[in-house]
C-alpha cells in the first residue's frame, strides 16, 4: 500500500512495490532530496518500498521538529537492514525509550569521568598524536595518503577509553575493525541496503549486503573477546575503562535492567564506529582543503605559532585565542558534511508539522547537507572561506545552520571528544609540518563519496617539516 495517509506532506508519486526507489540515484540521492525539496517543499515525503518517510530540508524545518517537537521526533526506525545487522542492540539505533536513554546517559557519564573536559582526554589525545608525527615524518619530502592514518588514529583514541589499549598501526586487529567499519558506512546508505529496506522478499538471498551482517558479526566476535578479557582482569569497582565500567554497573543492577552483556557488546562496536569514522573523514576533509589552500593554512600557522609561543604543546583551552584556526575547523566541517543524513529519526506519537499529520512511527529523515549548504544561512555557501565562522571582529562565531553533529536529545553524544580530537590533532600537525598538494596530482576532487558518512577520495598530500626548533 503506496497512499499517503491524510495531510501528509507532499512528493513525488510512488510506484507499487518500489515506492520513489526509481527517483533516486542511489549512489548518492543527495542531489535529488535537494530537487524534491525544492519541488515539494522543506517537508516533503517519498516511499521506500511501501514504507512512507519524511524528509527535513533547511535549518528552520530541522529544528522545528528535532528541538521545539524534540520528543515527538526522538525515535529510531526499526525493521531496516541495519536493525537487523546490528540485531536490534546498541545506543545508536536505538528506539526512544528508558533502555536508549539510561544507556546514553551512562556512555557521557563514563567519558566524562574518563577525563573529558578534564586533562587527561588531552592526554591521551596528544598521546596519540605523537605516534601521527612519527608517522609523518618517515614522509618529509616525499608525499602520503593520509586514508588509513587518521582512521588509525581516531580509533586508538576511542579504544584507550573504551577497553584501556591502543593498536601499533599494523596490527591486525585494528586494520580488520577499520575494514569493518568502512565497508559497513558504504553499505548501510547504499544501493544494497535500499533494496533490501524496499523489498522484504529478497531479505533471505546471498545478495551483497550480506556483506554487512558478516562484518557486524565478525566485529560482534572481536567484542565478546575483548570483554571476556577484562572479565578475567577486573577488580569489581575499580574500573580501568568503560567495559569495566559497564560490568560494575552489571553488577550493581538486577535483573529487570535494560543492562545486559549483549548490549555492552554491540556498545562498544557503536560507540568505537562512531567516533572513528567520523573523525577521521572530518580530518582527512580538512587536510584535503588545507593542502590545496596554502595561503589558509599559513595563517593558521601564524595563529598558533603566535599563541603556542613557548609553549611544548597545544592544550584545548588554547582555542578561545585562536578563532581564525577555530573558524577553519568549522568550515571543514561544514564541507565534509561527515553524516550527510544524520542518522535516521522515527516519530514517538501521532503529530503535526507545518500543518501536515505524521503519524507515529513515520521515518524521518533529517537531511543535514541541505543545512550545511544552504543558500541565505551562509556568507558564501560554495567553497571553502573561514571567514563564513568569523564576524567583523574576527571572532569565532557559529550560524545556526551549524548542525554537522545533529540537534536535539538525539544529537551526536560525542561532540565534546570531537571537538578536543579534531582542535588538538590540527593544530598539532599543523605546528610541525607544512602540507601541500604535489604537482603531479592534478585539480583535485572535492567531491566525496556518498554513505552513512562521506569520505574524501583518496587523495596525496606532500609534507614537509616546519622549524621546529622553538618547540
Ligand atoms: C566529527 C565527528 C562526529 C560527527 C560529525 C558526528 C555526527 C553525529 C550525528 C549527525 C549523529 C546523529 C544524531 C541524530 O540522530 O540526530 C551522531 C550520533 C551519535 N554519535 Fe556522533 N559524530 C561525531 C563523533 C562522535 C564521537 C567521537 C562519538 C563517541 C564518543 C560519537 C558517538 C555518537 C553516538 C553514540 C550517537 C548516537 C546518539 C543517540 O542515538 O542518542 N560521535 N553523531
Redesign the pocket.
Known amino acids: 500500500n503506496t497512499q499517503r495517509p491524510d495531510k501528509f506532506p507532499p512528493g513525488p508519486r510512488p510506484l507499487p512495490l518500489f515506492g520513489n526507489l526509481l527517483e533516486l540515484n542511489l549512489l548518492n540521492p543527495l542531489n535529488d532530496l535537494q530537487r524534491l525539496s525544492d519541488q515539494y517543499g522543506r517537508v516533503f515525503s517519498l516511499f521506500i518500498g511501501s514504507r512512507p518517510a519524511v524528509v527535513l530540508s533547511g535549518v528552520e524545518a530541522i529544528k522545528e521538529a528535532?528541538v521545539t517537537k524534540a520528543v515527538d521526533f526522538a525515535g529510531?526506525p526499526q525493521g531496516l537492514m541495519v536493525n537487523h545487522a546490528t540485531k536490534g542492540k546498541g545506543?545508536?539505533?536505538?528506539d526512544y525509550g528508558p533502555g536508549?536513554r539510561e544507556h546514553?546517559r551512562f556512555?557521557l557519564m563514563t567519558?566524562k569521568n574518563f577525563g573529558l573536559g578534564k586533562e587527561s582526554m588531552e592526554e591521551r589525545i596528544l598521546g596519540e598524536v605523537s605516534y601521527v608525527i612519527a608517522k609523518l615524518e618517515t614522509f618529509v619530502g616525499k608525499t602520503m595518503s593520509p586514508q588509513t592514518m587518521f582512521h588509525n588514529a581516531?580509533s586508538n583514541i576511542?579504544c584507550s577509553?573504551l577497553f584501556g589499549a591502543r593498536y601499533e598501526y599494523d596490527d591486525e586487529a585494528l586494520k580488520i575493525f577499520i575494514k569493518l567499519y568502512t565497508e559497513n558506512a558504504k553499505i548501510a546508505n547504499g544501493p544494497w541496503a535500499m533494496i533490501y529496506d524496499t523489498f522484504p522478499l529478497v531479505r533471505c538471498l546471498p545478495l551483497p549486503f550480506r556483506k554487512a551482517f558478516k562484518n557486524v558479526d565478525t566485529a560482534m566476535e572481536m567484542s565478546k573477546n575483548l570483554i571476556n578479557q577484562h572479565k578475567k582482569t577486573r577488580v569489581p569497582g575499580q574500573p580501568r575503562d568503560f567495559i569495566d565500567c559497564y560490568l560494575d554497573e552489571l553488577d550493581k543492577r538486577g535483573e529487570e535492567s535494560t543492562f545486559e552483556e549483549e548490549q555492552l557488546v554491540m556498545y562498544i562496536l557503536?560507540?568505537h564506529f562512531?567516533?572513528?569514522d567520523?573523525?577521521s573523514?572530518?580530518l582527512l576533509t580538512a587536510f584535503l582543503y588545507l593542502s590545496t589552500h596554502p595561503e589558509i593554512q599559513e595563517r593558521c600557522y601564524q595563529e598558533i605559532n603566535e599563541i603556542l609561543n613557548g609553549k611544548d604543546k597545544a592544550c584545548f583551552e588554547d582555542r578561545h585565542q585562536m578563532p581564525y584556526t577555530q573558524a577553519v575547523i568549522h568550515e571543514s566541517?561544514r564541507l565534509?558534511n561527515?553524516?550527510p543524513l544524520?542518522?535516521?529519526?522515527c516519530t514517538t506519537k501521532d503529530t503535526e508539522l507545518r500543518g501536515y499529520h505524521i503519524p507515529k512511527g513515520t521515518l524521518i529523515i533529517?537531511n543535514?547537507t541541505s543545512a550545511l549548504s544552504e543558500e541565505g544561512q551562509w556568507k558564501c555557501a560554495q567553497g571553502f572561506h573561514p571567514t563564513n565562522f568569523l564576524n567583523e571582529q574576527g571572532e569565532l562565531e557559529k550560524p545556526e545552520a551549524f548542525?554537522?553533529?545533529?540537534?536535539?536529545?538525539?544529537?551526536?553524544?560525542?561532540?565534546g571528544?570531537?571537538?578536543m580530537?579534531?582542535f588538538l590533532i590540527l593544530v598539532t600537525l599543523l605546528r610541525h609540518f607544512k602540507f601541500g598538494w604535489p604537482e603531479d596530482a592534478g585539480e583535485p576532487d572535492y567531491t566525496p563519496v556518498f554513505g552513512v558518512t562521506l569520505t574524501p577520495k583518496p587523495y596525496r598530500m606532500t609534507v614537509s617539516l616546519r622549524n621546529t626548533a622553538q618547540i
Open positions: 528535532l529510531r545506543v545508536i539505533l536505538a536508549w546514553r556512555a567519558l581516531s576511542i577509553v557503536d560507540l562512531a567516533a572513528t567520523t573523525t573523514n572530518t566541517q565534509a561527515t553524516v544524520s542518522v535516521f529519526h533529517p543535514l548542525m554537522p553533529f545533529s540537534v536535539g536529545p538525539r544529537m551526536c553524544l560525542g561532540e571528544l570531537a571537538r580530537e579534531l
